[in-house]
């Protein structure tokens, strides 16, 4: 079945400094990849996306490149601010099943001090 | 917009006792889901509807009913509480077609005493 591994936290960076979360996944078909973040005391929201290989998807400064041949969509950000501070969940979903359905992996905690 | 709403925020259950979550999202969503978050755990599927009428079960539906009368709201509902089912409960609803976004509400933290 699909599965997402991502990296396990918790992760602590002071201000500024260079952030990547590991996420590798195994799915059947071709999945479309995603980045939810959760806030303290918030639900999940959508923090980026790709649909295809090679896609990258960006927002708010964060990255992750979509790719085929390393089963990979890692999360990266050039210079992470206190209020990055969150957990992260890398997940797919599987468009060619027409399934609706997501598959989390298990989220990593991101600190930030100032 | 109020997006996906969940209700209540917090609720304190005794073993054997039932409940409902409630959800209602505005945004004429056909998909709806429930998950539940564990430390450790990440999200798990709960059960998900396509559409009013419409439902089935996710990774880890015992225990739990619901229902999609319309396509508004998807109710949770917990028949006899037990003490594994002290999580935190997120509900979340998405268009149900092409690339899968979807929208999450705040949580609803229960505790199985």
């Known amino acids: 079945g699909n599965s997402v591994t991502q990296m396990e936290g918790p992760v602590t960076l002071s201000e500024e400094a260079f952030l990547t979360i590991n996420c590798t996944y195994t799915?059947?078909?071709?999945?479309?990849l995603f980045w939810y973040v959760q806030y303290p005391g918030e639900g999940l929201q959508l923090l980026l996306k790709?649909?295809?290989?090679?896609d990258k998807g960006s927002n708010k400064g964060f990255e992750a490149t979509y790719r085929k041949e390393t089963t990979s969509f890692h999360l990266e950000k050039g210079s992470v601010q206190v209020s990055d501070s969150a957990v992260y969940f890398c997940?797919?979903?599987?468009?060619?099943?027409?399934?609706?359905?997501?598959?989390f992996g298990k989220g990593t905690k991101l600190t930030v001090n100032p | 917009n109020a997006g996906v709403t969940q209700t209540p925020k917090f609720q304190v259950l005794k073993t054997g006792q039932s409940m409902t979550l409630q959800c209602a999202q505005d945004?004429?969503?056909?998909?709806m889901s429930w998950y539940r978050q564990d430390p450790g755990m990440g999200l798990r599927l709960i059960h998900y509807?396509?559409?009013?009428?419409?439902?089935d079960q996710g990774e880890v539906p015992n225990g739990y009913n619901v229902s999609r009368s319309t396509t508004e709201d998807f109710p949770l509902r917990l028949l006899s509480a037990a003490p594994s089912q002290t999580s935190v409960y997120f509900c979340?609803?998405?268009?149900?077609?092409?690339?899968?976004?979807?929208?999450f509400g705040a949580g609803t933290r229960l505790s199985v005493l």
């Open positions: 979340a609803s998405s268009y149900g077609q092409g690339v899968n976004i979807q929208y």
């Open positions: 799915a059947t078909g071709y999945p479309s």
């Open positions: 790709a649909t295809k290989a090679d």
């Open positions: 997940a797919l979903s599987d468009a060619s099943g027409g399934s609706e359905k997501l598959v």
């Open positions: 945004m004429n969503h056909e998909y």
């Open positions: 509807s396509v559409g009013a009428g419409i439902t």
